[in-house]
């Protein structure tokens, strides 16, 4: 079993940035990631990245949003920036190792 913890959500300006982490109890996980939901609507790929460190971003967050991992502390990072209220969401952490496994979600919220 794989617990993630995530943490870093809040309440942000438009045009700001925040930077959610989620730690693993776990090592050597082929893929870890975010998702988030808005509600009434279905989750949403944000990015996800393997133990080699491809990536992979959902079309609404390229070239906002930042995913990265480290090994060492079994933690993978999303620095988003120039964030917008359609940003809005909870995002959960996302881990794939035989099988998937969630995180409890973090809300972020953008508006001014």
């Known amino acids: 079993q794989v617990r993630l913890v995530e943490s870093g959500g809040g309440l942000v300006q438009p045009g700001g940035s925040l930077r959610l982490s989620c730690a693993a109890s776990?090592?050597?996980?082929?893929?870890l990631g975010w998702y988030r939901r808005v509600p009434g609507k279905q989750r949403e790929l944000v990015a996800t990245i393997t133990t080699g460190g491809s990536t992979n971003y959902g079309d609404s967050v390229k070239g906002r949003f930042t995913i990265s991992r480290d090994s060492a502390k079994n933690t993978v990072y999303l620095q988003m920036n120039s964030l917008k209220p359609d940003d809005t969401a909870v995002y959960y952490c996302?881990?794939?190792?035989?099988?998937?496994?969630w995180g409890q979600g973090t809300q972020v919220t953008v508006s001014s």
């Open positions: 776990t090592r050597f996980l082929s893929l």
């Open positions: 996302y881990a794939q190792q035989f099988a998937d496994y």
